[in-house]
């Protein structure tokens, strides 16, 4: 096989997000309150992913399915549209047992969190 035939791909997840549950909780509560609430909210997010990595890393993926239902939800208040959803797509693999899946949907997932959780730090600060 010729080093023709290779192609490198480099997978381009579009994040989708919605404001509009973070821009209402910063109406229902002030700004001040607001951002303590949703830096906690996406510090436990980022908690509850360091956690799943730590079960894959591991191989204890018994539990997985009540944290990545977590996940979902705690993505879905947030506005995190993609990450819920994978979340979620992630789960169905694991209930299938299906590990190709698994492994591609988590690679997904991975990528998608970086980019969520890093776009979201900055969405809290520019809502002042």
Known sequence: MSSTNVVALRPNDRVRQ??????????NLGTASAEQVVTRALTELAVTMS??????QAHELAD???QLRRLQRMSENLGLVS???IAGDVRVCLERSDVTAFS?????????????????????????
Not at 51 to 56: C, E, G, N, R
């Open 83 to 85: 990450l819920g959803q």
């Open 18 to 27: 919605d404001a509009e549950p973070i821009a209402t909780i910063y109406r």
């Open 104 to 128: 591609s949907v988590w690679a997904r997932l991975m990528r998608v969190a970086e980019r969520s959780l890093a776009a979201d730090r900055g969405l809290v600060s520019t809502q002042v």
């Open 64 to 66: 997985m399915t009540r």
């Open 51 to 56: 956690s799943l990595v730590a079960q894959v």
